[in-house]
């Protein structure tokens, strides 16, 4: 079993800065694409960044130059540098990881248990 645990949320004023980290333990063999993912109140999940093993990068359009996605393989670490924050980035954050516990590298997803994010004056 694989558990994901989240930190740095928090209330923050609009425009300012937080960052957010995860680190994934338990039964790691390897580590695949890790991610970000945000659910606002009354809204579907959805993607904020994701980034591969290799560190390749992609991210949403919303936060794109905002939000600098990072990982710490040794660590088994993500993390998500949000700035110049706005109230619609208010949501709760979850990181997600693609896990695989043995040779046979066969993954499977895993999500954390979400860190609230709130933007406001």
């Known amino acids: 079993q694989v558990k994901l645990v989240e930190s740095g949320g928090g209330l923050v004023q609009p425009g300012g800065s937080l960052r957010l980290s995860c680190a994934a333990s338990?039964?790691?063999?390897?580590?695949?694409?890790m991610g970000w993912y945000r659910q606002a109140p009354g809204k579907q999940r959805e993607l904020v960044a994701t980034?591969?093993?290799?560190?390749?990068?992609n991210y949403a359009d919303s936060v794109r130059g905002r939000f600098t996605i990072s990982r710490d393989n040794a660590k088994n670490s993500v993390y998500l540098q949000m700035n110049n924050l706005v109230p619609e980035d208010t949501a709760v954050y979850y990181c997600n990881a693609e896990v695989a516990h043995s040779l046979l590298y066969r993954y499977t997803t895993y999500w954390g248990q979400g860190t609230q994010v709130t933007v406001s004056s």
């Open positions: 980034i591969s093993s290799g560190g390749s990068t």
């Open positions: 338990g039964s790691i063999f390897n580590i695949n694409t």
